[in-house]
Nanobody, 124 residues
Framework: QVQLTESGGALVQAGGSLRLSCRAS????????MAWFRQAPGKEREFLAF????????TYAESVKGRFTISRDNNVNTLYLQMNSLKPEDTAMYHC?????????????????WGQGTQVTVSS
């Protein structure tokens, strides 16, 4: 059974930082390309960042480029998202997702597995 479990979400003040984690089990993690998405109430799921299976290539949405960093440690089956300079508009549920294809995609429908999410709230 595949499980992606996010953690690290919290309430933080604007300008602060958080590091999210996504622990994978039940799948060959190092064979999967991974991504982070977020979804705010009443809004569509938004692509944030993508990383290839070996971590050799990353892609970011313009809204987070320069502030967020995606990384992974295949030795512990974990994906990370370092978030700096947080803004109130970053408030959302953050989800990790796994994709078998090596092609970058910002379409949530192209991802095979999803975590339940971790809540990030940024106060002004």
């Amino acid at each position: 059974q595949v499980q992606l479990t996010e953690s690290g979400g919290a309430l933080v003040q604007a300008g602060g930082s958080l590091r999210l984690s996504c622990r994978a089990s039940g799948l060959p993690f190092s064979n999967y390309n991974m991504a982070w998405f977020r979804q705010a109430p009443g809004k569509e799921r938004e692509f944030l960042a993508f990383i290839t299976w070996i971590g050799s290539r990353t892609t970011y949405a313009e809204s987070v480029k320069g502030r967020f960093t995606i990384s992974r440690d295949n030795n512990v089956n974990t994906l990370y998202l370092q978030m700096n300079s947080l803004k109130p508009e970053d408030t959302a549920m953050y989800h990790c997702a796994a994709r078998a294809s090596n092609t970058v995609s910002d379409d949530p429908r192209m991802y095979n597995y999803w975590g339940q999410g971790t809540q990030v709230t940024v106060s002004s």
